[in-house]
């Protein structure tokens, strides 16, 4: 029997936690197109899903990924199939890796996004999705997910929806009649408490929150490289952001996941090396072109075309460092969440203060990672 005493624990004068990060990871592009070409020649699964979540050593049950709290998923369709509808609170990232296929997703109007190679696409949480192989070869994509983080909590819901669901306009259901028109959140009381901006709400407020519109958005890698530079000293910029205004200042792709596209031509000059930077916000780099070496906490990782990286475990300090041939990346951190839970702890230069991003006045005079800016 469990007794009141039994769920104590005693932490008086414990010290302060020290973070405790998973190890930096690889993942080598002939691992992935194995896995790819394995996933094709499977039968096909009832619902149509070929995929393999890539667990890190390091993870455990609930909530496996490649990173803590994050999913990296190859999935996989052959020509002419396509997966069953679902919908989940979960949100993803997808890049395309092989091939082609379009993407429906249900909001507030129907979103058709055909993805290619290297394109960029955002599935907002709750919005009943389906992936079909519209081409002639192998789609397959990196799908980027917060679904360990919710399986973690206990909390990640998802859900198929009916045979024959195709994704339409969704409409606003009517407002409940049985309650009184005055509880609403337009109308619930709201109150000063001091001077100092706290204040007293109705219940409302919490279950009949401000909508903000979250839509799937697609990033085409034919319009982003445009904006990234170009040739080596032409005095583009080498790495951008890829935006979703739902997420107003955290500066997400999603509410979850920012992603960068960097791109430093050949002939880009290599910084000296020295020492890097670290963040809470855990960092995955997918390498589409060049080659080079990371050092994280010591350890050097040396990575190429096709790899899939854990670059940056949270708080754990890295520098990256290309090849002559310059690189193209693209980068996925949970930087969203940690700006939402007032958690994102940055330190640029290693002996330079320790920031709190979007608390505090932040990081200035960067055109790249350690890049002088003007």
Known sequence: MTTFQNLMLDVSGAAAPAPAPWRPIKITRAEIDAEIDRLSAAPAPANGRRASRIVHPSAVAPGLGFAPGVSVT????????????????????????????????????????????????????????????????????LSYSNAPLLEKLTAHYAEDLPEGWEPRRRTAGPRSTEAPAAYTRGTAPDHAI????????????????????????????????????????????????????????????????????????????????????????????????????????GETLTWEEGDLLLSAPSWLEHAHYQGAEGLGAFTVQDHPLHIGMESLVWQEEMDGPVLTLGSEDGQTGYVGPREAGS
Request: glycine residues 12%; proline residues 5%.
């Open 194 to 297: 001091g001077t100092d901006g706290a204040r007293l709400r109705g219940y409302e407020f919490l279950v009949d929150i401000e909508v903000v519109e979250s839509l799937a958005l697609h990033w085409p890698w034919e319009e982003v490289r445009r904006h990234l530079s170009r040739t080596a000293g032409d005095g583009g910029r080498t790495i951008m952001a890829l935006y979703n205004p739902a997420t107003r200042r955290r500066q997400g792709a999603t509410h979850n996941f920012f992603v960068t596209a960097s791109y430093l031509p050949p002939g880009s000059g290599q910084r000296p090396r020295g020492r890097g930077h670290k963040h809470t916000s855990v960092a995955i780099n997918y390498h589409f072109a060049g080659h080079g070496e990371s050092e994280v906490d």
């Open 74 to 141: 190859i999935e996989v369709l052959d020509p002419g199939e396509r997966t069953a509808p679902m919908r989940e609170n979960a949100h993803r990232v997808e890049i395309g890796i092989r091939g082609s296929g379009r993407i429906s997703v249900q909001g507030r109007d129907v979103r058709e996004i055909d993805l290619a190679r290297l394109d960029v696409a955002n599935i907002p949480a709750m919005q009943g999705f389906v992936f079909r192989n519209t081409g002639d070869e192998v789609w397959a994509r």
